[in-house]
């Protein structure tokens, strides 16, 4: 008897279904995470259906996946939107946030030390973006260096928290802090990534926990003044008598 040749199972239209959703969730996250889609905006499932080159099946598995993710919301009248970035729970996620990298950065360096240059070209990029006031390039070369600084960790829960974490915060720092890191500010972010690449390449926890502390902080601090009012408090709103 021929024994039939080894081939390939073929793959289920549930399997193919639940493909197109994960790549168009990956896809819609990535506009919405870097404000492509604007807080609010509306969701068209017929038109997202046609950019994405898909049924409108996996639109919606894809916008309930980003639903539970935060990133997208879910109106009465059962259309969605891209979820508003509220700010009540900032101090909450900041907190969150500092403890994660902290962790990051300690369990990172205490496997030893890292090749200063793998991590300087990513500041390198940073600087030189943020010079240029190119904003998405910037993030990018501070989102990498973190991501390559997570996978030194060696600790997978972490990791996956903290660049969850990360993603989070993509929006809150498109919003609220690049668009206020101006003159001498921009010299002192980069300065503050810079301290976070020496203590890593030094094998110093320490001294990274402190850098990378400092370094959110002073983010923070950014956002705090980009939020204040801009003349309002400044102005003389003493009513003349007229004469």
């Known amino acids: 008897m021929t024994k039939k ?5 073929t793959q289920t239209a549930p399997e193919r279904k639940k493909r197109g959703a994960i790549l168009v969730r990956d896809k819609l996250r990535e ?3 870097w404000l492509h889609l604007e807080p609010g905006s509306a969701l068209d499932e017929v038109a997202l259906a046609k950019e994405y080159e898909v049924s409108r099946t996996p639109i919606r598995e894809a916008l309930l996946l ?12 059962r259309t969605s939107i891209v979820a508003p970035l509220s700010l009540d729970n900032q101090a909450a996620f900041l907190d969150t946030f500092i403890l994660l990298s902290r962790g990051l950065v300690r369990a990172a360096a205490q496997h030893g030390k890292i090749d200063q240059s793998e991590l300087a070209p990513f500041v390198d990029a940073y600087a030189e973006s943020l010079a240029d006031g190119a904003v998405e390039p910037a993030f990018r070369a501070q989102l990498g260096l973190f991501r390559h600084i997570a996978a030194k960790a060696r600790n997978r829960f972490l990791e996956k928290y903290f660049l969850e974490a990360q993603d989070a915060s993509v929006r809150m720092k498109l919003l609220y802090f690049f668009p206020h890191l101006v003159g001498a500010d921009r010299n002192e972010a980069v300065r503050r990534l810079t301290a976070v690449v020496e203590a890593m390449a030094a094998g110093d926890p320490e001294a990274a ?6 370094s959110i902080l002073f983010e923070t601090r ?4 980009g939020l204040g009012p801009r003349f309002g408090h400044g102005m003389d709103l003493h009513i003349g008598d007229g004469a």
């Open 209 to 214: 926990d402190a850098a990378v502390r400092d």
């Open 222 to 225: 950014v956002i705090q003044a």
């Open 5 to 9: 040749p080894n081939t390939p199972p």
């Open 66 to 77: 980003l639903s539970n993710e935060g990133f997208v919301q879910f109106l009465q009248n």
């Open 31 to 33: 506009a919405i995470q």
